[in-house]
């Protein structure tokens, strides 16, 4: 089923928007026959299903999102970049590549994430999404209008066309840390250093204005879509396209760091449920934790990783590899109870 296909034929009516409010009302759920019979295969193995802590859980999750499974035989790492104009305040750590050169060496295997990914069998997509083009600084205006996020949203959606049986989320791009920060305050509430908690102090300062600044344009705002478009990016609303594809295409989904995280999270205020094929791959500090407590998520791995381009995803992918394997292949009781 190719939902962005579909999506971008429905969207000529005009409200582009209403077609994204139409998917996320109309989610599948779980299969729960699958994931009970898999929660039975974990009971039978050799060892307490207790032994394998949150291992089995995992396998169980898996299962019940796949349309066959539980597998990880073709994980996918989509990574999706873009540029902010807002960037230009200074919101990249010192030492950080650029957008263009992170894309680079990823393109060119050379950055940390190609080489969890070659060794446990991920593909791996890189999405230029026009680089060369800045989204407007979301402290004095819209970073897109609705046609241009709705039309973003659906290109994330063809980023799972070649298929998977494991979907993981990262962005690139300097500066998007804070913009993300900027869109979990409007979605959630608080003040701005509480989304910032636990950044590079060189761009605390710079970071804790822009999200002021775009607070108070965006004041009043509460429709979570709105807000994606005002106070995103391209590559949050790629994100959230790539999350909605997934759940009808029945691919579980790893969401790598903060940015991928604040990018679920719209899809989240506009359906509770809309993330329940989704875990968090790690935790990336102390504002990440609360952005995860917001959606009730729990991270797979606690290796505070602040790079945002699928590195823990892709560490946590292993992780789940191996609790599939664990249940699949450990020896069964030998008297055949569970």
């Not at 200074?90 to 295997?109: I, R, W, Y």
């Not at 959630?188 to 102090?201: I, K, S, T």
């Not at 005002?230 to 790539?242: D, N, S, T, Y």
């Amino acid at each position: 089923m190719e939902i962005g296909t579909e999506f971008l034929m429905r969207a000529a009516s005009g409200l582009p928007f209403d077609d994204i409010r139409n998917l996320l009302s109309g989610l599948p759920g779980p299969d729960k026959e699958r994931w009970v019979k898999t929660r039975d295969e974990a009971a039978a193995r050799a060892w307490p299903v207790a032994a394998f802590g949150r291992l089995a859980p995992m396998a169980e999750w898996l299962a019940a999102w796949q349309a066959e499974g539980p597998m990880v035989l073709r994980p996918l790492l989509a990574v999706f970049a873009s540029t902010h104009g807002a960037a230009a305040r200074g919101l990249a750590p010192a030492g950080e590549p650029d957008t263009q050169k992170q894309v680079e060496l990823m393109a060119a295997g050379g950055a940390p994430v190609n080489q969890i990914a070659l060794d446990i069998g991920m593909g791996l997509k890189v999405f230029d999404l026009a680089l060369d083009m800045p989204t407007p600084d979301i402290g004095e205006e819209d970073a897109l209008d609705e046609p241009a996020c709705a039309a973003t949203m659906a290109f994330g959606m063809e980023a799972i066309a070649g298929g998977a049986d494991l979907l993981c989320l990262g962005a690139a791009g300097s500066g998007n840390r804070a913009v993300a920060a900027a869109l979990a305050a409007a979605l959630f509430g608080g003040r701005a250093e509480d989304w910032l908690e636990g950044l590079m102090p060189d761009i605390a300062d710079p970071a804790k204005a822009l999200v002021e600044v775009a607070l108070a344009r965006t004041q009043g705002d509460k429709d979570p879509l709105e807000l994606l478009r005002k106070l995103g990016g391209r590559e949050m609303a790629a994100i959230a396209g790539a999350i909605l594809a997934a759940r009808y295409q029945r691919i579980p989904v790893l969401l790598d760091g903060f940015v991928s995280t604040a990018a679920a999270a719209v899809l989240f205020k506009a359906n509770p449920r809309a993330l329940d094929h989704c875990m968090a791959a790690h935790s990336a500090g102390p504002a990440h934790d609360r952005l995860l407590k917001e959606l009730g998520l729990k991270p797979v791995l606690n290796y505070a990783i602040e790079a945002e381009h699928g590195l823990g995803a892709a560490l946590a992918a292993s992780q789940l590899k191996q609790a599939v394997a664990i249940i699949q292949q450990t020896a069964p009781r030998e008297d055949g109870n569970n």
